[in-house]
């Protein structure tokens, strides 16, 4: 069982670490997007540097005080947010934001920067970080790292593990690990830099990490199709790659629901088609030098025949963006009408038509609700969003039940994922020990003890929190 | 300390697992490619199931039996082979080569089925597995993923673990993780997958995988650009990913002093320039659809000015397998020289003219060499390997103090890799205790305890073999 972080434990520490900054959190802190939970705290900790994260994590260690640390605030499952058990230590690394080093295929940052900030740290070298977010702007780094954030790039360039090449990370006890390499590849032992990452500030704490750039594409272009089914989307994606291989870098389904939901309820966006087509794929492509995008496009819709009914290439970078605004506003869209129940789901990329078709029939048969399934699709990875009739209200309706009625079908229909890409975070630690293979789970606890056996990290997500002995 | 894999110990499992196939290993088992250990063994088993598997290690767990695994014996740092300390049980999954299943994005295969096969799978089915080294015959696909395995395609499509979406493992008492997903993102817990790749058999038995299959890119090319030094190599190949980011499947330095083995050597392949150019890139483009390879490369030698000074473009599938019959040929005439020490090292790309520069004038320094350096300059891996002068043999030279003071400069100038691809075995662990972060190793010992607590997976690979209490 872990203390809190009383008053008496608050002033030694500060006697402990004189330079650290420490003070009440104000409500943001101990607030997440969906409003599930109120967060607890018994002091916020801003350090400045590396050296201060680890001497508060000593002397969290050695008080057997947790610690949990808060990027952005972004996140969607609760992994910011410790709303029982003892007050932690509420650890943001707002302060730690500096750009260490830059070279044409790797830069080196500290964890406490946005999103948005790394972008733009590459883009001033003429470099892309490819990651790529509604929640840039406050997302931090640090956090989308913990968390293995996914977004709409991963298709061509990978989650956020596969653009990340080294970390400094500090340990449940203090001790540094300073692995912050900027290499393609290393065989030196265990991969723990991707244990890390996705780890959800559990296994230790990000302090700064060593990302790649890329190149970006000679040539790109943006359009929206619209498809028959999902089945004509999973077979428009095998036509792109065909033709396009390495070059598609974004490929999203969109709704009917969802184009509604925005005509509802807003944000106010740009529809491209009058009227909405109950499926359509918006699509990025990022192709060679010599290329031309609306042709390639072009190239495309003549493939796809009757599995397209309409498409809109955009003709400018403005149009382009008014196309994403389109995919990005449907999160809020979403939080207007009031979800009962998110799934951040993945299975594999061929079975997306039978999920949709079978969810859909288990939610009719469940109840009346209106449904919103969207997203990655050339990931395999769907939202697949249950809200009220309209006319009701989500206290309405009995949550848990269609949370697990959802993620049975997936996992056990499809060996799918309950978490593709928000992670586990307080939200899934039920849904997580009921539906993961044992051996899985074992080893997930071996690891945790192994590397925070007083269990002071981030304690209560992804593995309950340590009982009383 | 382990027990040894006796004649009452052998009897014993024969009862135990009646159907597992036991023998005494021929010497193919015991021997490695570079001939500097000869292995031991007090049996070889050839399980035929997973289940039998799990029984072994089960038994092996429960007596304090050690178990190294034989893949395809085609590993270069001694991870197959176990020269002292007691006996263990030898363990070759050849006969567990079943392709599971295979869609459109993947296949599930056990680990005994050779990378070979595993290719020729995805090829049936009109896509490809882009793993790709001159071993592929040989090694088998459990090995690959354990060693984390590399080659020439690592720029495109990532290393081994890139390309895996699941395993299924055998833990060290025999529980078995089922974990073979076919999802492109799965945010559920901690990356075990990934630790367990790249873990040489030290943290559990791989028994079958499920791996990524990519379309072929719709055009293909191969040339080889001769170009004026690293440096030159290294902005050419920016200037490629300027142009075809994303495209660029393989960007393989090669030496003039390669080319010199290959001459006086052999194996006899064509050599495309009729003077051997110090320096050499050979790279494959895949192309979208609409663009022609040799317009491509035609681009791409007009780009590059004077950094290049003869090229020459594959007019066929035969000439591209030429100019890469080649590139493959050059390990083997390195074996035919005999190497003093081969370095497997990686640094930032950006660093790769002056870490050739550098280990050059070092060596020079140090006695009378040749030197052979070549390999995937896209990924910052070098292959630098240190021979005895004309008319010497290895046998005059001390080797340690070589190997030593090229990891040096690799680690504490460049920060980079003293195994980019081939991985720890038990050829480098004294290097790797010697050069890794105090931190990383205190991790990596605390997560072989907890998941091999009694230390009989694979003893004495990356980390020292347990010791007597």
Redesign the interface.
Known sequence: MLNPADDAFVQKLAEAVPDLWLGAPEPRYLEEPRGRWKGQAGVLAKPATTAQVSALMAFCHAARVGVVPYGGGTGLVGGQVCSDGPAPVLVSLEKMTALRAM????LVIEAGATLQTVQDHAASAGRRFPLTLASQGSAQIGGCLA??A?GVN???Y??A??LCLGLEVV?ADG??????????????????R??V???EGS?GLITAASLRL?????VEGTAVFAVTSPQAAVELL?LA???????VSAFELISGWGLGFLRDVGPEVHLPFAQDPDWSVLIDL??????EAE??FA?LYEAAGDRVTDAVVAQSAAQAAQLWQMRESIPLANRRIGAISSHDI?????AIPDFIAEATALLNAMGDFRLNCFG?VG???LHFNVFPAEGRSRSDYDAPPVMEAVHKLVVERF??????????GRL?VGE?ART??P??L???Q??????DPRGILNPGV??PAPQKP
Not at 103 to 106: G, N, P, R, W
Not at 241 to 247: H, K, L
Not at 346 to 350: E, G, N, Q, S
Request: negative net charge.
């Open positions: 070279d044409a295929q790797s968390t293995n996914g991963v298709l061509r990978g989650n593990r596969a340990l001790t540094i690990w300073h692995g912050l390499k900027r290499l393609a590849k290393d065989n030196t032992g265990y991969d723990l991707d244990l990452i996705g780890a296994l890329y190149e970006p594409p000679a095998g790659q065909a033709r396009f291989a390495g070059c990022g192709l060679p030098a010599g290329m042709a390639a190239d993945a299975v594999p990329v061929a990655h990931d395999g990875n060996d799918g994922s309950i978490s593709a890409e928000h992670g586990i899934k997580l993961a293979d051996a899985k074992a080893m997930m071996a690891v945790k003890t192994a590397l992804i593995l």
